[in-house]
């Protein structure tokens, strides 16, 4: 069985910044790529950043600039470091990994930025 836990996200004030984190753990081998997506409401899941197990990283235009996508593997971790927050950023925040012809989802945290 393999769990994804996500930690980190919460309520800041725009122009803030947050740090999410997703591990891995349980029977999983061999991890390719590992992907943050958002779902706000009302709007359909969108991947914000990706990067894959040799390090090439991959964003939305939306966050280039601001977010940073980055994984340690020895931790099966991915972490995804939101500056400049925007109210448009508010959203559910899934991780999704990529392990051999599997991937895995998290359960989501809630990240919100007010006016």
Do not use: H
Request: aromatic fraction near 8%.
């Amino acid at each position: 069985q393999v769990q994804l836990v996500e930690s980190g996200g919460g309520l800041v004030q725009a122009g803030g910044s947050l740090r999410l984190s997703c591990a891995a753990s349980g029977s999983i081998f061999s991890i390719n790529a590992m992907v943050w997506y958002r779902q706000a409401p009302g709007k359909q899941r969108e991947l914000v950043a990706a990067i894959s197990n040799r390090g090439s990283t991959n964003y939305a235009d939306s966050v280039k600039g601001r977010f940073t996508i980055s994984r340690d593997n020895a931790k099966n971790t991915v972490y995804l470091q939101m500056n400049s927050l925007k109210p448009d950023d508010t959203a559910v925040y899934y991780c999704k990994v990529l392990a051999g012809p599997r991937d895995y989802w998290g359960q989501g945290t809630q990240v919100t930025s007010p006016q």
